[in-house]
């Protein structure tokens, strides 16, 4: 087994609102809170529908997006700041609906399940085809990247073949027994406990709530076995590095997760999305691995500095 990664504090169930230990840690490690005041410089001037206030949800990799955002906006001539680790979807999603915010990256299919419980859509296409008719007025998004950090049921690789494990409705064999590491919000969110009880009749032991999005809190609980299954996102490279079996979802309990801007339509302009949309259509699922790395990895990078690296490599910023 590799060493893994150093506070590996990745993405995506958007963090529930558990408190304690986890809050605290991702807190200290994201360096910010909700009320913090906008921290990326911008260039004098302002954009026609006035300075553009990105926000982001609380683990890097939504942050680090974040600052790309930020980045491609200036870079495009126009005026935006970052203001980083709002919190959950909950959180953030009502502050671009009362101009908290303007913008933050989010992901399309806990997006759609957010604003539309009942939503059967799964794949990349359908989902996103979905959302302008179910998002709030006032509410929109752009146009998806190919990126996508997905929630994954992941195991080590010595309860895999302990218990022959290859997909979740293997899982589902020894639901019963096993504990899962996973935000809060897991056992309420459609995708979570409601979800693998209805797809797979999965009915877990129980959960150990973790608020670091799959990091480092997560991954040792997993691989000390204190939890024999945890909720790690698809672009965390702790994965890879201590070799972990991200388990097979055949009846798509876990959504398309495409990373796409949500915006407030009042002071969004044609030329921010157009800088936005050129993001998308060249950020990667490998780029996010990579960027998460640099972040949570042995690099430490700020979110910032990592975002500015990725916008000189792709040519955004000279």
């Known amino acids: 087994m590799k060493n893994p990664v150093p506070m590996t504090l990745t993405r995506r169930g958007l963090g529930g609102l558990a408190a304690g230990l986890g809050v605290a840690l ?6 910010g809170s ?62 671009v609906q009362d101009g908290s915010i303007d913008l ?14 009942e939503a059967t859509e799964v794949s990349a ?29 992941v195991v080590t690789k010595a309860t895999a073949e302990k218990y022959q494990l290859k997909s ?63 909720d790690i996102y698809t672009t965390t490279p702790s994965i890879a590095d201590n070799d972990l079996v991200v388990l097979e979802d055949p009846k798509n309990n876990f959504k398309a997760q495409q990373v796409l801007p949500l915006y407030s339509k009042a002071k969004m302009t044609d030329k921010a999305k157009e800088a936005l949309n050129n993001v998308s259509k060249i950020l990667t699922t490998d780029d996010l691995i990579n960027l998460n790395r ?3 990895g042995d690099q430490k990078q700020a979110p910032k500095d990592a975002a500015a690296a990725w916008l000189k490599d792709k040519g955004i910023v000279k």
Request: with cysteine.
């Open 26 to 31: 991702a807190l200290s490690a994201c360096g």
């Open 104 to 117: 933050v990256p989010d992901y399309s299919g806990n997006l759609l399940s957010y604003v539309d419980k």
């Open 125 to 153: 296409e359908d989902v996103y085809k979905a959302l302008p008719g179910k998002l709030p007025e006032g509410l929109a998004v752009l146009e998806p990247a190919k990126a996508e950090s997905k929630d994954a049921m």
């Open 168 to 230: 979740i409705e293997d899982l589902a064999k020894v639901c019963k027994d096993f504990t899962m590491a996973a935000p809060a919000t897991f056992e309420t969110r459609a995708y979570g406990f409601p979800g693998l009880k209805a797809n797979y009749n999965c009915e877990l032991k129980g959960l150990q709530p973790f608020n670091d999005g799959g990091g480092n809190l997560t991954l040792q609980a997993l691989l000390e076995d204190k939890v024999q299954v945890a």
């Open 34 to 95: 909700p009320l913090a005041t906008p921290s990326s410089s911008a260039p004098s001037g302002s954009a026609a529908g006035g300075s553009l206030v990105v926000g982001s949800a609380d683990f890097p990799e939504s942050q680090v997006i974040a600052e790309i955002y930020v980045g491609a906006l200036n870079a495009a001539g126009l005026t935006a700041t970052s203001k980083p680790n709002i919190g959950s979807r909950e959180i953030y999603f009502k502050a």
């Open 294 to 296: 640099a972040v949570s």
